[in-house]
């Protein structure tokens, strides 16, 4: 079935093509049979007449007729037009090809005469182009010979008399019916199958237009809406599709409005009680209420972040990824946390900068929040970067490795509820790889600690 | 009159406002306080006022507002407390030509830690760094958009900077061809951002040097001067 097209201007160019194609053969057959009957019968009444005409007359001579017939070899078969003679024996060479249908005809004819026949043999011969009794013929009709390559002999038997035979022209092949034919269907062909491809293309451009436009609606493009063309249905579809895309527009506009009324709203109150704190007396007791406020506000941030990175404000740009993972390792060394980090070569792409700073950053910070440090590695190949954060704490159980992409999700049994974090981290990073078109991997280490990998294609 | 510096600060958040002005008159400043654009207005004429805090987000006239009419009719600094730590409003919000901004929730340590550092320049130099977070610096094929805070290079390829390189090549690239001492770095690098500068600057420098320089071992942007301290020896376009 792969030979069928599946868009719309194939299967109608294929489907119209199919329909001319079997009115056409329709159209052959009837043709054909008529073509037919008109040869037989071309055959069959002139014959018969001729016939008719010797045996009733049998006496009557043309001069002219006699004399061409004297100058047949005895071996030769008259053609017709000439008035045939009786002869004693079968003339019809051994070996051709009798046509039943003619012989058939020229019975009826001669039965409905009233002429006794007791054998009829009609069978088609081939005439060569240098036959040398074409000489002996009118131009025109020793020309039609030629070209026919084929003649019709006729002998028949009547009882008493002997052997009558004559000869017709008979065009045995069919070819140039079927030339007509073909020529008429390659004509029918060009003038319905054009028409149906352009009013076809007409609908299915506009379609297609449709169909990327659905396909690649990305929030943050900004691109305007689609233009209505084709046909009325296909413009009124267009017209639903833009609508809708309007309404789905205006309601992420809106999630980020609420979302930055959300935040500001929180942070206010968190900002206030960020200055009150500063008159704690007691020190310890101060800077435990100043990180509780940092995280709730770093959460904040990352809840802010992972509901707006549907339509992300940055652009993308062309970026030396081996310097942004080396800028994020040394701001986590500058706070004198222990993460490692090789350089290596520039390494070219296009990303978003600071979202995926913010990926790379949210992976570091679990390593180094779960797995007391980590190491960060960057590999380089023909068709992906990996980014990889390698940490020496206690892993993840294999089997629930999937979950903690799932925002909120923390592993309760295998991490320690005291440092904080609602799993939102590594929601956040996995989606922010992901719109860039990579992929976040989490594996256990076979020396123990958990490995988190960033595959970015290049 | 007060010997103490005298601030204004404008927030029309009550539970903010109230208890910062109350910390901020603790650490030894003056304190005014507004609840709108109108009120500021009122209160920058009747006073002498020797710095602006000023909330962004504010019913009525805007902070950028605001701030856009004090920069235009004086020379006041201006500190922003901005909600959003987008990287937009980073950059509106500097155009507007404040001097500084924290995003909330801040530390007031570190608001009245800023507000000296501004105080101190503008007292020191009388000539106060004209909005010195705006705009990019262009040298030597690199330029510093302080908007984005990226480094690009001559084909426009971005190459990210810690925070710690990003303070200490801005300090470098707002005075060029100045010899500026490891002290001098660290008060301009630090008190900018939460972060604490633990690592000595030379590490940083040499960090930079392997950023951007094209032989590391042979520096021709970041010079060393002996006995001194480091300067950038290149032209800087302010773009």
């Known amino acids: 079935m792969k030979l069928l097209p599946r868009n719309l201007p194939g299967q109608m160019a294929v489907l119209v093509a199919l329909a001319l194609f079997v009115a056409q053969a329709i159209n052959f057959g009837f043709t054909l049979h008529d073509r037919q009957a008109f040869r037989l019968e071309q055959v069959v009444g002139p014959v018969s007449a001729r016939i008719i005409d010797a045996t009733q007359n049998p006496r009557a001579r043309d001069p002219v007729i006699d004399a061409r017939l004297s100058e047949l070899r005895p071996d030769e078969t008259p053609w017709d037009r000439f008035r045939p003679r009786p002869q004693a024996t079968n003339p019809m060479p051994a070996g051709l090809s009798r046509r039943a249908d003619v012989e058939h005809g020229i019975r009826r004819k001669l039965t409905e005469a009233g002429i006794a026949v007791s054998e009829v043999v009609a069978a088609i011969r081939h005439v060569a182009p240098d036959d040398p009794r074409l000489a002996r013929l009118p131009r025109y009709r020793a020309q039609r010979l030629r070209m026919t390559g084929t003649e019709m002999l006729i002998a028949i038997r009547q009882p008493g008399t002997g052997w009558w035979v004559q000869s017709a022209s008979w065009d045995d092949s069919d070819w140039s019916i079927m030339r007509g034919l073909i020529l008429q269907t390659l004509v029918l062909y060009a003038i319905v199958l054009l028409p149906v491809l352009w009013a076809t293309r007409r609908i299915a451009r506009p379609l297609r237009t449709l169909t990327n436009a659905a396909e690649g609606f990305h929030p943050a493009d900004q691109q305007g809406p689609i233009e209505e063309s084709g046909p009325h249905d296909v413009r009124t579809l267009i017209a639903a599709f833009n609508q809708l895309r309007t309404r789905v527009l205006a309601m992420l506009d809106e999630k980020d409005r609420m979302l930055g009324a959300i935040g500001h709203d929180l942070r206010t109150p968190l900002a206030a009680l960020r200055v009150r704190i500063e008159s704690v007396e007691d020190d310890d007791d101060r800077t435990k209420m100043a990180d509780t406020i940092d995280e709730m506000n770093g959460t904040l941030d990352d809840i802010l972040s992972l509901a707006r990175l549907g339509r992300p404000s940055e652009p993308v740009t062309e970026v030396d990824l081996a310097a942004l993972v080396d800028a994020v390792v040394e701001d986590f060394r500058d706070l004198g946390k222990p993460v490692e980090f090789a350089e290596v070569d520039r390494l070219k792409m296009r990303l978003r900068p600071s979202l995926m700073r913010r990926a790379v950053r949210n992976l570091i910070e679990n390593a180094v929040k779960y797995g007391g440090g980590a190491e960060v590695f960057l590999r380089p190949s023909a068709h992906a970067v990996e980014i990889t954060v390698c940490d020496n704490g206690p892993g993840i159980p294999p089997e629930r490795i999937g979950e903690v992409f799932e925002a909120f999700t923390r592993l309760e049994s295998s991490r320690n509820k005291g440092t904080g974090g609602i799993g939102l981290g590594l929601a956040l990073a996995n989606a922010i790889v992901r719109e860039a078109g990579g992929d976040i991997r989490l594996t256990n280490r076979p020396d123990g600690g958990l490995a988190a990998t960033i595959t970015l294609p290049r | ?239």
């Not at chain 2, 507007?96 to 929730?105: H, L, Q, R, T």
């Not at chain 2, 800023?114 to 690199?142: C, E, M, N, T």
């Open chain 2, 1 to 239: 009159m007060s010997g103490l510096p005298h601030i204004l600060l404008i927030d029309d958040e009550r539970s903010i406002r109230e208890p910062l002005a109350q910390y901020l008159t603790k650490q030894g400043f003056r304190v005014t306080q507004a609840g709108d654009a109108e009120g500021a207005r009122a209160r920058m004429a009747a006073y002498a006022i020797d710095l602006v805090i000023l909330d962004i987000m504010m019913p009525g006239e805007d902070g950028l507002s605001l701030c856009r009419h004090i920069r235009a009719s004086g020379d006041v600094p201006v500190i922003l407390l901005t909600a959003k730590s987008e990287e937009t409003d980073r950059i509106v919000g500097l155009e507007m030509g404040a001097d500084d901004y924290v995003v909330k929730p801040f530390s007031p340590r570190e608001l009245a830690t800023r507000a000296k550092v501004i105080l101190r320049r503008a007292a020191a130099g009388g000539s106060r760094q004209h909005a010195p977070d705006s705009g990019s610096y262009a040298f030597g094929g690199w330029v510093l958009k302080t908007g984005e805070r990226a480094l690009v290079d001559r084909e426009g390829v971005s190459v990210p900077l810690s925070t710690g390189e990003y303070n200490l090549l801005l300090a470098l690239a707002l005075r060029p061809r100045q010899v500026l001492t490891r002290d001098q770095l660290l008060d301009l690098t630090q008190g900018r951002e939460a972060m604490a500068f633990d690592r000595a600057i030379d590490n940083q420098v040499s960090r930079l040097r392997r950023k951007i320089e094209a032989d590391p071992k042979n520096p021709e942007l970041i010079k060393t001067v002996w006995g001194g301290g480091y300067t950038l020896a290149a032209e800087v376009t302010r773009l």
